[in-house]
């Protein structure tokens, strides 16, 4: 099995709250930033996803805060896609230190959005695929 897919974040002080930890809301945004990462690192663009009338949307997300992260602290935000057969799809993610220590674990579940209908498509992984120059970062 491929190692999943990581991106490389600072933790800059003014994402710290008032104990100097990273803020809560914080680890949502790192979550995204390393999804996002994703689908660039797949070749689709948000132009791309918009241009062919999709959108990827957050159903459920999860978070379980496993260590503190303080100002200047380095990370890896990981990201694994799990495809089932349904509408929607599992993202399992991890925000570690660079020793290794493990700072959260986000799970959510995801879907694919036609733009006009206003509901997920039968089956994002064949979407996603499609739309990829490279599906490899989605395990494809």
Not at 56 to 77: H, K, Y
Request: aromatic fraction near 8%.
């Amino acid at each position: 099995m491929a190692e999943p897919f990581s991106v490389r974040v600072t933790v800059r002080g003014y994402e710290t709250d008032t104990q100097g930890h990273l803020n809560q809301s914080v680890y949502l945004n790192y979550a995204e930033h390393a999804r996002w990462s994703l689908l660039q690192a797949a070749g689709i663009s948000q132009a791309r996803l918009v241009g062919q009338g999709v959108g990827p949307v957050a159903l459920e997300t999860t978070i379980r805060f496993r260590r503190e992260l303080l100002a200047g602290d380095e990370v890896d935000v990981t990201c694994a896609f799990d495809w089932g057969d349904g509408k929607t799809f599992r993202i399992r993610q991890e925000i570690r230190k660079t020793d290794g220590t493990l700072a959260a674990e986000i799970t959510a579940v995801g879907g694919i959005m036609n733009l006009t209908e206003r509901k997920l498509v039968a089956d994002p992984r064949a979407v996603l695929k499609e739309l990829a120059t490279d599906p490899g970062p989605f395990g494809l």
